[in-house]
């Protein structure tokens, strides 16, 4: 089956894309066995933050949107920090180029949009197949942290994490690192949950 002009330039530019990604990636975590991982880390508040009170973990922080990841990147250089990275990176490109010996300690996922109508709540990043992958990355006692303004959404998150085999709601571990980010500053209300690998 042959494919049109842009359909074959589009795919030339997702391998040059996923080629860069990959040499960042193959750099920055050279002979790193985990990380604390945040998909879609807006300005880079809370990770660059983790990363200054816990020097000794490698935390790695995504986004779309290239300003963003300057900003992370910038607060970086700012506090000399050396275990925080950021990338500007698809989720399942990132997940795609990471070398699969590298497990997730911890997966943090604050504020996700919440994609309030019923015939896009397939985009929401909370899906069965997210949470598949981020299990099959993330050793027995390791966390998923989701933290959200939007209650309809929250519940959602808790009902995939109850009907996961692979995830255990813990209500008694305690979120990972409190930090008010740029959005966190804007909520009047927001709720919590963190669930174990098992």
Same mark, same amino acid.
Not at 29 to 58: M, Q, R, V
Not at 102 to 119: C, G, M, R, S, Y
Not at 176 to 182: A, G, K
């Given at each position: $089956?042959?494919? /049109?002009? &842009?359909?074959?330039?589009?795919?030339?530019?997702?391998? &040059?894309?996923?080629?860069?990604?990959?040499?960042?990636?193959?750099?920055? @975590?050279?002979? %790193?066995?985990?990380?604390?991982?945040? &998909?879609?880390?807006?300005?880079?508040?809370?990770?660059?933050?983790?990363?200054?009170?816990?020097?000794?973990?490698?935390?790695?922080?995504?986004? @779309?949107? /290239?300003?963003?990841?300057?900003?992370? *990147?910038?607060?970086?250089?700012?506090?000399?920090?050396?275990?925080?990275?950021? #990338?500007?990176?698809? *989720?399942?490109?990132?997940?795609?180029?990471?070398?699969?010996?590298?497990?997730?300690?911890?997966?943090?996922?604050?504020?996700?949009?919440?994609?309030?109508?019923?015939?896009?709540?397939?985009?929401? $990043?909370?899906? %069965?197949?997210?949470?598949?992958?981020?299990?099959? +990355?993330?050793?027995?006692?390791? %966390?998923?942290?989701?933290?959200?303004?939007? +209650?309809? #959404?929250?519940?959602?998150?808790?009902?995939? @994490?109850?009907?996961? /085999?692979?995830?255990?709601?813990?209500?008694?571990?305690?979120?990972?690192?409190? $930090?008010? %980010? #740029?959005?966190?500053? @804007? $909520?009047? &209300? #927001?709720?919590?949950?963190?669930? +174990?690998?098992?």
């Amino acid at each position: $089956m042959e494919i /049109s002009e &842009a359909h074959a330039r589009e795919l030339e530019k997702q391998a &040059a894309r996923k080629a860069e990604l990959q040499a960042l990636v193959a750099s920055d @975590l050279a002979d %790193t066995k985990s990380i604390l991982f945040e &998909a879609g880390c807006g300005h880079g508040h809370w990770l660059t933050s983790y990363g200054e009170a816990n020097p000794n973990t490698k935390c790695v922080g995504i986004d @779309l949107i /290239s300003w963003r990841i300057r900003k992370g *990147l910038d607060k970086c250089t700012k506090r000399g920090l050396r275990n925080v990275h950021f #990338y500007k990176a698809e *989720l399942g490109e990132f997940l795609e180029v990471l070398p699969s010996t590298i497990k997730f300690e911890q997966t943090v996922l604050l504020f996700p949009d919440p994609w309030p109508k019923a015939k896009h709540h397939r985009r929401r $990043m909370v899906q %069965t197949e997210f949470l598949d992958e981020v299990a099959r +990355r993330t050793d027995v006692g390791g %966390t998923f942290c989701f933290r959200s303004d939007d +209650r309809p #959404y929250f519940d959602w998150a808790v009902e995939h @994490l109850n009907a996961h /085999s692979e995830w255990e709601i813990d209500p008694q571990a305690p979120w990972p690192h409190e $930090m008010e %980010t #740029y959005f966190q500053k @804007l $909520m009047d &209300a #927001y709720y919590s949950v963190v669930a +174990r690998r098992v």
